[in-house]
């Protein structure tokens, strides 16, 4: 079992800069893929980065390529994703989710938390 609790959301502007974390804890973490997904009101939840175990291959979403940074620190059993640039657009609950994958797929994620308020106003 795997316990993920993420912080760090807020409102901000447009433009804005957040570092979202997601702090893992019930087993060994770094034996896990993790993923940051999101999900805007209304919407489903999509997929917006990913990393793979050793934190050496990474993965975006094309609305996350450039602006958003996802990384992990297997010390601290916690993964992060810095999101600058931020748009109205990226107004969304964010989740954080470990799982035997990397994929952009949601169900390869066995574990999932709770989720954190990012709102950006325009």
């Known amino acids: 079992q795997v316990q993920l609790v993420e912080s760090g959301g807020g409102l901000v502007q447009a433009g804005d800069s957040l570092r979202l974390s997601c702090a893992a804890s019930?087993?060994?973490?770094?034996?896990?893929?993790m993923g940051w997904f999101r999900q805007a009101p209304g919407k489903e939840r999509e997929f917006v980065a990913s990393i793979s175990v050793p934190g050496g291959r990474t993965y975006y979403a094309d609305s996350a390529k450039g602006r958003f940074t996802i990384s992990r620190d297997n010390a601290k059993s916690t993964v992060y994703l810095q999101m600058n640039s931020l748009r109205p657009e990226d107004t969304a609950i964010y989740y954080c989710?470990?799982?035997?994958?990397?994929?952009?797929?949601?169900?390869?994620?066995?574990?999932w938390g709770q989720g954190t308020q990012v709102t950006v106003s325009s």
């Open positions: 989710s470990a799982g035997f994958t990397v994929s952009a797929y949601q169900g390869g994620y066995k574990y």
């Open positions: 019930g087993h060994t973490f770094s034996s896990y893929g």
